[in-house]
């Protein structure tokens, strides 16, 4: 009969044992991978170094030396602009999240279920066509001889000066982003436990009570994904207040592309500017990763 020791047990367990084969996952990421690392690491990392350059322009010899560009991004004229950018998207993400609510609920709750799909489809039509086509559309309608004042004098109505306003941004904006968070919503509320709502109901909870105590924390990670994508796309967009609101309206999307392709050609300060939106947006992103997933109360 042959005695085993302790030691020799382990050895045969470890060799026993299935060993992790990296060699598989790591051929599935390469392609992502090098994609992203081309396409997106390399050239973040060289416009952080431009950002850390003052005053240069194209064919100057790049010298990284301070953080002379950051600093200037804190002068009152620049904050206002980021401030206007930050506004613009967190004003747009709260009126998309008030529209889009009530339809993504109807759709999921209560449309017949043979309607869900042409419903859907019926909102991201708008999507097929180009941002730039779409806020013309915008100037056809908001213009001071467009189609809604033209509506509104036959009604006998006063007219509106909505065209290069910050309405007229919000407008655009929102009609842009509302698919987004109209999909998001619905694909949440269309895993809503009902039976939690009946619970709630029997204990005697009125529609209110039910709609935040039970609605809300069921769907919370799906409100806050939808939230932070429209906050997010909403930040870089450049079309929407570049030609619905004017002069007025400078947001930091179009001040980075006049400091890269403008008169000016700050491409240092650009550079900074650019890194600085991505900040915000990897604040919002970590935000969504924290917070997004939570769990509802129970």
């Known amino acids: ?12 367990e470890e060799l ?7 060699l598989q996952p790591l051929v599935l990421l390469a392609p992502s991978g090098i994609w992203l690392l081309l ?16 005053d240069i322009q194209p064919g100057d010899l790049v010298n990284p030396n301070g953080f002379k560009n950051y600093i200037r991004i804190f ?10 950018s930050l506004f613009f998207a967190f004003g747009t993400t709260i009126i998309c999240l008030i529209l889009g609510f009530p339809v993504a609920y109807w759709i999921a709750q209560i449309a017949p279920q043979r309607w869900r799909n042409l419903l859907l489809l019926a909102f991201v039509l708008p999507l097929w066509t180009s941002s730039l086509l779409r ?5 056809t309608i908001l213009r001071p001889s467009g189609l809604l004042n033209s509506l509104l004098s036959n009604l006998g109505l ?13 407008i655009g904006m929102s009609y842009s982003l509302l698919p987004y968070m109209v999909l998001i919503l619905y694909a949440s509320l269309e895993k809503l436990d009902k039976r939690l709502l009946e619970a709630a109901a029997d204990l005697g909870a009125n529609p209110v009570e039910t709609f935040w105590q039970v609605t809300v924390p069921q769907i919370f990670p799906g409100i806050a994904a939808a939230s932070m994508l429209v906050f997010i796309t909403g930040l870089g967009d450049f079309v929407d207040p570049e030609l619905l609101g004017g ?3 400078m947001t930091a999307a179009r001040l980075v592309y006049n400091q890269f392709l403008g008169a000016t050609q700050n491409w240092g300060f650009g550079s900074a500017l650019s890194m600085t939106l991505i900040l915000l ?9 924290k917070f997004g997933e939570a769990a509802p109360k129970r």
């Open 135 to 139: 806020s013309y559309a915008w100037i």
């Open 75 to 84: 002068d009152p004229l620049y904050v206002q602009v980021i401030l206007r």
């Open 39 to 54: 396409l997106l690491v390399l050239p973040t990392l060289i416009i952080f170094q431009l950002s850390l350059v003052a």
């Open 281 to 289: 947006v990897s604040i919002a992103i970590a935000l969504l990763i």
């Open 1 to 12: 009969m042959v005695n085993f020791q302790k030691s020799d047990i382990s050895k045969i």
């Open 16 to 22: 026993q044992r299935p060993r992790p084969n990296w």
């Open 247 to 249: 002069a007025s309206s």
């Open 158 to 170: 006063p007219t509106l000066q909505l065209l290069n306003q910050s309405q007229a941004v919000f």
